[in-house]
């Protein structure tokens, strides 16, 4: 049973475009909320996270926004690029936890 | 630095050989990993380990045994292989939050 549940798992976006990614939790003990970029061939690499202390955070075209109530959080890539072109992971762990608890991943494709 | 290492790169084994695949990382991480990756189904972990000589069960830990003889490597050891192995698989390593990981192993199980 996973955990941390991700939505859409592809998603097409014109370059320049916006992409959102969206992820829901029900450990409330989770307070730790990373996203892992992964391209063809390679491993993932964290791109950005966030703790429950703040809604938003900002790194470069890469935003994560977050609501505790909700229990949800997302990504959103602003001014989309071919390059972006890569498989999106949220993740989430607790901190006791050793491990992270990884959603099912969303493809994304940036069409020129 | 290299990070985090994994040898091999590619392995076709029939059902019922046996391999090991090793993990290796150089930043003196306590904390390793073994995910496998398929499609659909995001990165499960199947082991891991919270220092040298230890070892614990994750999601999906049926069919693999680890070892972690020395804190750099962490081995992956499959004794029967079977075609629902067919997979690729990720070692990762942290020391506080974030997770490092390799550049995966790709699994074919004929």
């Known amino acids: 049973q996973q955990q941390v549940k991700q939505s859409p798992q592809s998603l097409i976006v014109q370059k320049g475009g916006i992409s959102i990614i969206n992820c829901a939790y029900e450990n409330t003990a989770f307070d730790y909320f990373p996203w892992y970029q992964q391209f063809p061939g390679k491993g993932p690499a964290l791109l950005i996270a966030i703790r429950p202390d703040v809604s938003e955070k900002k790194e470069g075209r890469f935003t994560i926004s977050f609501n505790k109530s909700a229990k949800q959080f997302s990504l959103h890539i602003m001014d989309s690029q071919p390059g972006d072109s890569a498989t999106y992971f949220c993740?989430?762990?607790?901190?006791?936890?050793?491990?992270?608890?990884f959603g099912a991943g969303t493809t994304v494709t940036v069409r020129a | 630095n290299a990070g985090v290492t994994q040898t091999p790169k590619f392995r076709v084994l029939k059902t019922g050989q046996s391999m090991t695949l090793l993990c290796a990382q150089d930043m003196n991480h306590e904390y390793m990993y073994w995910y496998r990756q398929d499609p659909g189904m995001g990165l499960r972990l199947i082991h891991y380990s919270v220092g040298e000589g230890t070892t614990a069960k994750g999601e999906v830990p049926d069919g693999y045994n680890v070892s972690r003889l020395k804190k750099q490597n962490f081995l992956l050891g499959l004794e029967s292989a079977a075609p629902s192995q067919t997979s690729v698989y990720f070692c990762a390593s942290k020391e506080y939050s974030e997770q490092y990981f390799g550049p995966g192993t790709r699994l074919t199980v004929t």
């Open positions: 993740a989430a762990s607790g901190t006791n936890d050793y491990k992270l608890s």
